[in-house]
């Protein structure tokens, strides 16, 4: 498998605060990566940098062989932030055609594209209504419908399932794994210890530091815990 990603000493600081410290990782096509850790820990901050919405004080971040920031790269990125950035005097469909817009689309294509990703999120039926009216969940939704609308190679999702029910939660996982099957990258943050469960591979948060790192079962071994709540509780406990 072809590393897609790849993270080389990334410090940040923000004021005398150390939010990043010494960050290396390497990611896989064909994988989810979870990244876990408490609030605070610096999980936005390291997602936002593989966008390049933010700069690393040093460090470099390669996706996809290109170095980040790259304006090319935002075809093959798809990007849920935490807060969802939509038109609330637009419709879901309005919203979904704009971003669509945005990128290299046929116009049969962008159709498809949106069906498909206003489908998965079950957004079809209130595609019509204005964004304002939207409940919470059915935002961060389309925010993952927009994520996913130019069919990126990469996809990077910041709590992507706060707010959605668990019959849905549970869909949007079974469609991950279907497009890490497919040869994506996903990266998703999460606080929620049954998803990190789903991911191939954890990297554990704290305090700016990768503090542990493997596969679900590898941890779990590592920590001599039965459940991945244990785990988090036992490697936080280790490293106060
Ligand atoms: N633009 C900024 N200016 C100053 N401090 C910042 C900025 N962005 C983030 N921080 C600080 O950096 C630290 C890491 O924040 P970050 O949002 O990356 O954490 P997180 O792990 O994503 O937390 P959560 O799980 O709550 O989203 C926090 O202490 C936060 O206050």
């Known amino acids: 498998m072809n590393e897609s990603i790849s993270i080389r000493q990334i410090c940040k600081r923000f004021g005398d605060k150390t939010v990043l410290h010494n960050i290396d990782l390497s990611m896989k096509e064909g994988r989810i990566y ?12 390291l ?32 990007y849920m932030a935490q ?39 079950n957004l079809t039926e209130q595609l019509s209504k204005k964004v304002s009216a939207y409940s919470g969940g059915m935002k ?16 990077i999702l910041d709590e992507p399932t706060v707010g959605i029910d668990p019959e849905l939660r549970f869909s949007i996982w079974q469609e991950l ?18 998803e990190a469960e789903r991911c191939d591979y954890i990297a554990m948060i704290r305090n700016g530091s990768i503090i542990t790192r493997g596969t679900p079962d590898e941890l779990k071994e590592q920590y001599n815990a039965t459940s991945f709540d244990e785990v988090f509780l036992n490697a936080g406990r280790e490293k106060q």
Do not use: C, W
């Open 177 to 194: 794994i279907r497009l890490k099957a497919e040869g994506k990258t996903i990266i998703v943050t999460t606080h929620v210890m049954d």
């Open 83 to 121: 807060s969802d950035a939509l038109y609330t005097e637009l419709t879901g469909k309005e919203n979904l055609t704009f971003f669509a817009s945005l990128y290299k689309l046929k116009k049969a294509e962008m159709k498809e594209r949106i069906t498909y990703a206003a489908n998965l999120v």
């Open 140 to 155: 961060r939704r389309l925010s993952l419908a927009i994520a996913l609308i130019q069919d990126p190679k990469v996809l």
């Open 34 to 45: 979870g990244f876990i850790g408490p609030s605070g820990a610096g999980k936005t901050t």
């Open 47 to 78: 997602v936002k940098m593989m966008v390049g919405m933010d700069k690393p004080d040093r460090g470099s971040i390669h996706v996809l062989n290109k170095t980040v920031p790259n304006l090319h790269l935002l075809q093959e990125i798809g």
